[in-house]
């Protein structure tokens, strides 16, 4: 089975989420500094990347100095608008063109559109051919839940029904739409839809580790894993998850090396969104980090302290002299 990444045929693939307001253009080039082979964009409405709004357009980004594979994710419930979007997706440089038809939120399902698709699979099936026939060559994939609801489990049908209009590569989040993000993921349920496919499935949800990558791949005989919400804060996760799995060694970076990081992450982020909104949008990011550096004993615990002056800072210049000073006043807090 051939995976639509170029450069990822060799290995099992451990893919970063696609997560809205998390895995930005900073956030993924990070990843990608540290290793992760494909980065996908957070979702792109269709109809609003063709009245060429401004949001829609800055979520179309290739991360500068990008080498992965760089993947666009379109959301919608109209064909026409779906079609010309990945027209333009597709021109802008986009490797892959994935869609969503997962996401559980009610502004996107009370529109009809991410998992709302998956009560309806006819308009579901017409929306995919229109996003396969505006990709042009551009390979499409496909991201879904299990079904609406534990009575409708239709992710392998609609995984047979993508794969014949051309989907080359289907995800699977282990939860209905129903289930929102309560419970535990089912990989096992996954396994339906990876018997009856003939391209790679790639089983998502509650991966944080190698191990439980293991587990799910084994419950769902799935290709790959998709990592979400553990890779916040920690970019190279990817690439450490990876490495587990497929037999090569891994350093984690230390902790030097993860502030530069999040200060190359924030600077970039600035210079995209503004001042007010690029420091907001990386405060997540700062302190799940912080949290693994004193979970796992980077830092000691009476460190804590130091956290609401990192997640409080409102500009660069406050956010690199908040980690000078942890620097300075914590290098015995440092393990
Ligand atoms: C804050 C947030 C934003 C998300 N945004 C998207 C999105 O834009 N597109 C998408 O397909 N899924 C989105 N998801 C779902 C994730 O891609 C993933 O399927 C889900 O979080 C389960 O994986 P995890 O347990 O590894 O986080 C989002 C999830 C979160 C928590």
Same mark, same amino acid.
């Given at each position: 089975?051939?995976?639509?990444?170029?450069?990822?045929?060799?290995?099992?693939?451990?893919?970063?989420?696609?997560?809205?307001?998390?895995?930005?253009?900073?956030?993924?080039?990070?990843?990608?500094?540290?290793?992760?082979?494909?980065?996908?964009?957070?979702?792109?409405?269709?109809?609003?990347?063709?009245?060429?709004?401004?949001?829609?357009?800055?979520?179309?980004?290739?991360?500068?100095?990008?080498?992965?594979?760089?993947?666009?994710?379109?959301?919608?419930?109209?064909?026409?608008?779906?079609?010309?979007?990945?027209?333009?997706?597709?021109?802008?440089?986009?490797?892959?063109?994935?869609?969503?038809?997962?996401?559980?939120?009610?502004?996107?399902?009370?529109?009809?559109?991410?998992?709302?698709?998956?009560?309806?699979?006819?308009?579901?099936?017409?929306?995919?051919?229109?996003?396969?026939?505006?990709?042009?060559?551009?390979?499409? *994939?496909?991201?879904? =839940?299990?079904?609406? +609801?534990?009575? /409708?489990?239709? @992710?392998?049908?609609?995984? &047979? %029904? #993508?794969?014949?209009?051309?989907?080359?590569?289907? *995800?699977?989040?282990? =939860?209905?739409?129903? +289930?929102?993000? /309560?419970?535990? @993921?089912?990989?096992?349920? &996954? %396994? #339906?839809?990876?018997?009856?496919?003939?391209?790679?499935?790639?089983?998502?949800?509650?991966?944080? +580790?190698?191990?439980?990558?293991?587990?799910?791949?084994?419950?769902?005989? #799935?290709?790959?894993?998709?990592?979400?919400?553990?890779?916040?804060?920690?970019?190279?996760?990817? +690439?450490?998850?990876?490495?587990?799995?497929?037999?090569?060694?891994?350093?984690?970076?230390?902790?030097?090396?993860?502030?530069?990081?999040?200060?190359?992450?924030?600077?970039?982020?600035?210079?995209?969104?503004?001042?007010?909104?690029?420091?907001?949008?990386?405060?997540?990011?700062?302190?799940?980090?912080?949290?693994?550096?004193?979970?796992?004993?980077?830092?000691?615990?009476?460190?804590?302290?130091?956290?609401?002056?990192?997640?409080?800072?409102?500009?660069?210049?406050?956010?690199?002299?908040?980690?000078?000073?942890?620097?300075?006043?914590?290098?015995?807090?440092?393990?």
């Amino acid at each position: 089975m051939m995976l639509p990444y170029a450069n990822l045929q060799n290995d099992i693939p451990v893919l970063l989420a696609p997560m809205s307001g998390v895995t930005d253009a900073p956030f993924r080039k990070q990843a990608i500094r540290f290793g992760a082979k494909v980065a996908i964009t957070e979702m792109v409405a269709g109809e609003e990347l063709t009245q060429g709004h401004k949001e829609a357009e800055t979520r179309l980004t290739r991360p500068t100095a990008l080498n992965g594979c760089h993947v666009v994710q379109l959301v919608g419930r109209t064909a026409d608008p779906l079609r010309r979007a990945a027209h333009i997706a597709s021109e802008s440089g986009a490797d892959v063109i994935d869609i969503n038809m997962g996401c559980p939120s009610r502004r996107v399902t009370g529109g009809l559109s991410g998992s709302a698709l998956m009560r309806d699979l006819d308009h579901a099936e017409s929306l995919i051919a229109a996003v396969h026939e505006g990709a042009g060559k551009t390979p499409v *994939t496909l991201k879904m =839940r299990l079904g609406w +609801d534990r009575e /409708n489990l239709c @992710a392998p049908e609609l995984t &047979v %029904r #993508a794969q014949k209009i051309g989907v080359s590569l289907i *995800t699977i989040h282990g =939860r209905t739409r129903q +289930d929102f993000y /309560n419970g535990e @993921a089912d990989w096992s349920a &996954v %396994r #339906a839809s990876t018997r009856a496919a003939n391209v790679p499935v790639i089983v998502n949800g509650d991966i944080v +580790d190698a191990a439980t990558a293991r587990e799910a791949l084994a419950r769902s005989e #799935a290709k790959g894993v998709m990592i979400g919400r553990a890779a916040t804060g920690l970019p190279w996760l990817i +690439d450490k998850v990876s490495s587990d799995l497929n037999g090569r060694p891994f350093a984690e970076p230390d902790l030097e090396t993860q502030i530069d990081s999040l200060l190359a992450q924030t600077a970039d982020s600035i210079a995209l969104y503004g001042n007010r909104v690029g420091i907001r949008v990386v405060r997540k990011h700062v302190s799940a980090a912080f949290d693994y550096w004193l979970q796992t004993g980077r830092l000691r615990s009476d460190a804590v302290s130091l956290k609401p002056v990192l997640c409080q800072a409102g500009s660069l210049e406050d956010l690199t002299s908040a980690f000078t000073n942890l620097r300075s006043q914590t290098l015995d807090m440092v393990a």
